[in-house]
């Protein structure tokens, strides 16, 4: 987009439009001009030139450095907003988007309404854009580029398949859109163009105009078979040629191979009101489950994507424990998320997508209204966990290990539903039953209750030096200990503790209440890791 | 009747209320335990190893707002055996409607539902009964005189809808010691060992749960 750089900074710095202001990026021999504004453009800067030269001819030019990542993550920012109108966008070099819009133009009134739509929203946020669809990518390239805009006509379309767009901002050509018949308009337009609209290396492009071939026509009558003779290896035109003929395929990159579930609203006027996202999902809900009933599938996360009219973005996202595709269940995960998104100056389309989905073949409860156990402890979990977080909302799972802090792991609940490969076709059951952990073993003794996350310590009254405990003081309260049971004694994990840590000798002690503390000293006297050993109290039992 | 019951550690630093709970409650279904923020501090965050059942989701909250609606939430769930919320002190939060929303949901989905106290005063409350609940010393152990016993609780059901309040100190029913070894305790079986509230001997049978 030649005019994306210049037009972002006359955005987010507040100087008149037609002040003489180049962009410049670093070259070999001092700045570049890399993006200038009109007002400069009239005074002879033009993009690629030297700054030095350029000021030469006006010595009034006023440089600022660009900022290409900036205008890089803007474009990428664009390109996830266009998903509005065709869910395969892909950013092309450093000024454009390129739609694969097979397929999706009847949703917008043909082609016709297509472009008039594009070039409405993006005069709305201030870019100015050149669309051209065409069969191919590389037509739509040229075309957008360099197609002459006295024909009044920027799009162009052929008989076979669907289209590719092209966009790009450049001065917009004044545009009168006719769909042309057939592709022959598309043929003599692409003949007209220069050879350089080919997208091939400047030396290339210099060779054939000295060769006489200055437009694609030219190009086109000539033999193949001499044209591939002269520009043998990297210069390939006979390649180029046939991606703009269409004879090679130019697919986009980002292709998916099977599009997630989707349903779209567009609204005919941006909306502000908090309520927006929460209609729009009651909308689109009842959408997204009959496509996700139709391939047999259950989403796994969802996304509600609110499109903003300054080209943004707003998604609001929920994962769920199992495959689902109920329309309360969903809506009631959705709508807490769904009521936060700002709409700021407003949305204007929404879309609802299934980003993880997994099988979930079509499934009965039973007869009368009342849904599985396993099904309702899933849907509690993602209740919770939306409100909650996955870190806040978790199932024990067993550790192999003999100390106790790391013996009793945590997973969020969410995801502790067995491997994806068992998920669905009937194997509910199988997913949510909690993996058997091996109860604790006869010489691993007793296990409190309750577990203090950072053991805390203690003052102890003990017979040295591996006496029993006698007494000890815990939050400035003493408990005299009338029976103690231990000690236990687990030796630290050589292999993953540094060198210095200490075994535990753990007790089980009872104070004179009959509240049962599981307390340990760290270490011996004499073990060379340290003076004298420290008490801890590490649980308690119920 | 499965409803809102409300138990109150007698210390803050007293867990021995956790035994007694666990062992009213059925197993074959998970089990929903809250915790806020401030009871995990103060008292430690629970410890599968040393539970009987270890079918549980356990959910920790900032607040105890959070915590009482993840409990609703929970209570509103048919499926899970119980739902315990463990809140210290005296949340603003925890007022009357809040515990008279849980003992209505509570018992409209037959869900048991337990409100753990722990540092906190007895002020109103929609509980349909009141415990209190404190460790008493263990009972002798067997094979050695100087090591703590089977468990023992101090009991006191202060508030009851129906039923007469009482006191007991009540303990597990014998079993042989290794039985205890698998950490698995028998669910339903209580027995009273001597203790204070003689006159509520007759109360045995309503304990089993």
């Known amino acids: 987009m030649p005019a994306l750089a210049i037009e972002r900074w006359a955005k987010t710095s507040d100087c008149a439009p037609d002040s003489l202001v180049v962009l410049t990026i670093e070259g070999t021999h001092g700045p570049i001009i890399h993006a200038v504004t009109k007002a400069a453009a009239g005074r002879g800067a033009t993009t690629g030139a030297r700054l030095t030269d350029a000021r030469a001819l006006d010595p009034a030019l006023v440089a600022v450095p660009a900022d290409p990542e900036g205008d890089l993550a803007l474009l990428q920012q664009l390109a996830r907003w266009a998903g509005r109108w065709s869910p395969l966008v892909e950013v092309d070099g450093a000024d454009a988007l390129r739609l694969d819009v097979s397929g999706v133009a009847h949703l917008f009134g043909g082609e016709d309404g297509l472009v ?14 050149r669309i051209a669809i065409a069969p191919t990518a590389a037509a739509a390239w040229a075309l957008a580029r360099f197609a002459p805009p006295l024909s009044g006509e920027v799009s162009t379309r052929s008989g076979d398949g669907g289209g590719l767009k092209f966009t790009a901002a450049a001065p917009p050509p004044a545009c009168g859109w006719h769909p042309p018949k057939g592709g022959e308009l598309a043929a003599t337009r692409l ?16 060779t054939l105009e000295r060769l006489g071939l200055k437009t694609i026509g030219a190009l086109i009558d000539m033999p193949r078979l001499a044209l591939a003779r002269r520009f043998r290896g990297g210069e390939d035109v006979v390649d180029a040629l046939d991606r703009l003929t269409g004879r090679k395929d130019e697919p986009l990159t980002a292709t998916p191979i099977d599009p997630p579930p989707r349903a779209a609203l567009r609204l005919e006027e941006p909306a502000t009101h908090p309520e927006a996202p929460l209609q729009a999902l009651g909308r689109l809900i009842p959408g997204l489950v009959r496509q996700l ?21 707003a998604v609001a ?90 013996a009793s792991g945590w997973v969020a609940a969410i995801s502790s539903s067995l491997p994806a490969k068992l998920a669905g076709r009937g194997t509910m059951q199988r997913r949510l039953r909690m993996v058997p952990l091996p109860t604790a073993s006869p010489q691993g003794g007793a296990r409190p209750s309750r577990l203090l996350d950072h053991p805390e310590a203690i003052a102890v009254i003990y017979a040295t030096p591996e006496g029993m405990p006698r007494r000890f003081v815990w939050r400035r309260a003493v408990h005299d200990i009338a029976r103690v049971e231990g000690p236990e004694r687990i030796a630290p994990e050589w292999w993953r503790s540094p060198s210095s840590a200490r075994l535990r000798d753990y007790y089980r002690v009872e104070d004179e209440a009959g509240r049962r503390y599981w307390i340990y000293r760290e270490g011996v006297i004499g073990d060379g890791r340290g003076g004298v050993p420290n008490w801890f109290i590490h649980g308690l039992f119920g | 009747m ?3 019951s ?35 501090l103060e008292s430690g965050r629970i410890h599968p190893p040393g539970l009987s059942s270890r079918n549980l989701i356990h959910v920790e909250t900032r607040d105890a707002k959070d915590a009482l609606w993840a409990m609703e939430e929970g209570v509103r769930c048919s499926a899970l055996s119980a739902v315990i919320g463990e809140l ?54 067997a094979l050695d005189d100087r090591a703590p016993g089977a468990p023992a609780w101090d009991v006191e059901l202060f508030r009851a809808r129906g039923m007469p309040p009482g006191r007991w100190t009540i303990a597990h029913e014998e079993h042989p010691p290794e039985y205890y070894f698998d950490g698995a305790r028998e669910a339903d079986r209580f027995r009273l060992v001597a203790g204070a509230g003689d006159r509520a001997l007759g109360e045995d049978k309503r304990l089993r749960a």
Not at chain 1, 191 to 205: F, I, K, M, N, Q
Not at chain 1, 357 to 384: K, N, Y
């Open chain 1, 317 to 406: 996202s929920v994962s769920t424990a199992i495959p689902s595709r109920d329309p309360k269940h969903l809506h009631r995960l959705l709508a807490d998320k769904a009521a936060e998104l700002n709409p700021e100056f407003g949305f204007d389309a929404f879309a609802l997508q299934a980003d993880w989905t997994e099988d979930l073949d079509a499934a009965q409860d039973s007869l009368v209204e009342e849904p599985s156990c396993e099904r309702e402890v899933a849907r509690l979990v993602d209740r919770l966990t939306v409100k909650l977080g996955p870190k806040r909302v978790r199932r024990p799972r067993a550790e192999e290990s003999h100390l106790p802090e790391r």
């Open chain 1, 293 to 313: 009933e139709e391939r047999h599938l259950g989403a796994r996360r969802l996304s509600l994507i609110g499109y903003r009219v300054d080209g943004d973005v």
């Open chain 1, 116 to 129: 008039r739509d594009v070039k409405r929203c993006f005069a709305r946020i201030g870019f100015t854009v």
């Open chain 2, 6 to 40: 409300e138990l109150f550690a007698a210390h803050p630093r007293d867990a021995g209320w956790a035994g007694f709970l666990l062992a009213q409650l059925a197993t074959d279904k998970p089990l929903l335990w809250v915790q806020d923020r401030m009871a995990i």
């Open chain 1, 191 to 206: 003949t007209l163009l220069p050879v350089s609209a080919l997208r091939l290396e400047p030396d290339t492009v210099r």
């Open chain 2, 88 to 141: 210290w002190g005296d949340p603003r939060a925890l007022d009357f409607t809040a515990t008279r929303r849980l003992a209505v949901a509570s018992e409209r989905s037959g869900t048991p539902c337990w409100l753990v106290r722990l540092g906190g005063t007895a002020n109103l409350s929609g509980a349909r009964m009141r415990w209190r609940i404190g460790s008493a010393p263990s009972l002798l152990n």
């Open chain 2, 2 to 4: 499965p409803t809102l």
